[in-house]
């Protein structure tokens, strides 16, 4: 059967703009951006780690039909289709220190919890990002 998630999607409506905060502001890296003519292939991954990747999609053809696509845009516009992505780090506040310098605005600081700190963001579009920091 299932040896593993190879991939995850999220919905972006701009992926130059999904670039540039993935990859400029995050510091992942691009694993593919590939032109198929009909859509842009476009795979973020944790540096290191390319058997994980994010598809930074924008929602049209061929998964959607235009009128479809154009749905799921203003809902997303709306911050109502927004994804959800959670990484771990070995320093929840040094990470949390170092992207708000970045100029990465988060929804909540680090917080105690009972598995860890984590802290949460959503990208220019919605989609809702925690990073943990586990303690056990």
Not at 6 to 34: C, P, R, W
Not at 35 to 64: C, H, K, S, Y
Not at 122 to 127: A, I, L, V
Request: with cysteine; hydrophobic share 35%.
């Amino acid at each position: 059967m299932f040896t593993a998630i190879t991939h995850s999607q999220i919905y972006v409506l701009d992926q130059d703009e999904a670039l540039d905060f993935y990859v400029g502001k995050l510091g992942l890296e691009v694993n593919a951006d590939v032109d198929m003519g009909f859509m842009r292939w476009l795979t973020v991954n944790v540096p290191g780690e390319p058997g994980r990747q994010i598809l930074l999609e924008r929602p049209g053809p061929p998964a959607l039909s235009e009128e479809t696509a154009q749905q799921v845009r203003a809902l997303v516009t709306k911050g109502a289709m927004g994804g959800s992505l959670i990484f771990s780090t070995d320093d929840c506040r040094k990470t949390y220190e170092t992207l708000l310098g970045r100029g990465v605005e988060f929804t909540e600081e680090p917080t105690e919890r009972f598995y860890g700190i984590d802290c949460a963001l959503r990208d220019p579009f919605g989609n809702s990002i925690r990073f943990t920091q586990l303690t056990s």
